[in-house]
């Protein structure tokens, strides 16, 4: 029989592209979604007639029991979270509630229900904040700067604890920034090449941003989500770091994006005080060497060709829009 997967946060990013990759793997999909007067399935519309779609929601532990009851998933990965850093400052209840406590009631459905389900829990990068060693690994200590790295801490431990206190197969892995042509325009990397596209079809001369001085360790989404389904065939539940290794620069990506479309980035960007956080995260860059020795596992797209398939997409996409 084919193996049944459960996705919360399936008509988001990382959703989409996890719930692609178990259909080809013969999996039957189950996608869970918020009831809502404006759901958006735009990133599962090519496939959304293999999938079984169905309403829960992190916030109502009764429906996730019901879902797991009805559907019997093997595997469970919790994607659905408050995911935007900067919207945490000014929602921090709200992200506690879906990011940290959302975790908890997920997981003990599952102890109710079946302890057999195997669980994935979409950790951060976000975890390590304040960096205390650079690079980051599975052993560097936590020191959260926003709401959203502090919920993404609490569901961290809560899968830890839940692992070792009732034997659950239930994994985190710790996600360093990974983009793609799907990533919401909040988003700085989407911003840049949306903003790229809009300024290359003469519809905007500038684009603001925050700190340009920002290290991150960015990646392809649709490498990392091969990474969570291979914790997940594991014989032992474990934690690891998903990331290139590699650090760029926000200005580095501003180069990248702006030179794919034929422009220098320097005569369109402006600082905006307003994208600044207010404890603003530096240097962020993983060791993924474990996952690289245990799970096999390595990225396939490199950052120049992800911004170029960024920038290519929404320059599509802004093309369209005006004929």
């Known amino acids: 029989m084919a193996k049944r997967a459960l996705i919360t946060g399936v008509t988001g990013q990382d ?24 759901v958006n399935f735009e990133r599962i519309a090519h496939i959304q007639d293999q999938l079984e779609l169905v309403a829960g929601d992190l916030l109502d532990e009764v429906s996730l029991i019901n879902i797991l009851r009805d559907h019997r998933p093997d595997e469970v990965y919790n994607l659905a979270a408050q995911s935007f850093v900067q919207t945490s400052f000014s929602q921090p209840v709200l992200t506690g509630e879906t990011t940290a406590m959302g975790v908890t009631r997920l997981l003990d459905a599952i102890r109710l229900v079946d302890p057999e389900i195997r669980f994935y829990q979409a950790s951060s990068s976000e975890m390590f904040g304040k960096v205390l060693e650079v690079p980051q690994r599975e052993s560097t200590p936590f020191y959260p700067r926003s709401p959203y790295g502090v919920a993404k801490v609490y569901g961290h431990w809560i899968t830890v604890n839940y692992r070792e206190s009732y034997g659950l197969h239930a994994s985190s892995g710790i996600l360093f920034n990974h983009e793609s042509p799907r990533r919401g325009l909040e988003f700085v990397t989407r911003k840049v090449t949306h903003g790229v596209a809009r300024i290359a079809h003469k ?29 997940l065939q594991q014989d032992s539940p474990d934690d690891y770091v998903v990331s290139t290794g590699e650090t760029h620069e926000v200005r580095e990506l501003c180069r990248l994006a702006f030179e794919a479309a034929g422009l220098d980035w320097e005569q369109h960007v402006v600082i905006d005080d307003r994208f600044l956080r207010p404890a603003e995260v530096d240097l962020l860059v993983g060791d993924p060497s474990k996952a690289h020795s245990v799970l096999g596992w390595r990225p ?23 004929r």
């Open 15 to 38: 959703g989409s592209y996890l719930a692609e990759f178990l259909l080809s793997q013969g999996y039957t999909v189950i996608g869970m979604v918020r009831r809502s007067s404006t």
């Open 203 to 231: 519809l905007d001369d500038k684009l603001a941003l925050g700190n340009l001085d920002s290290h991150r360790d960015w990646g392809y989404a649709a490498d990392y989500v091969r990474a969570m389904w291979l914790m």
């Open 300 to 322: 396939e797209v490199d950052f120049p060709g992800l911004v170029a398939m960024m920038v290519e997409a929404d320059m599509d996409m802004v093309r369209k829009s005006l």
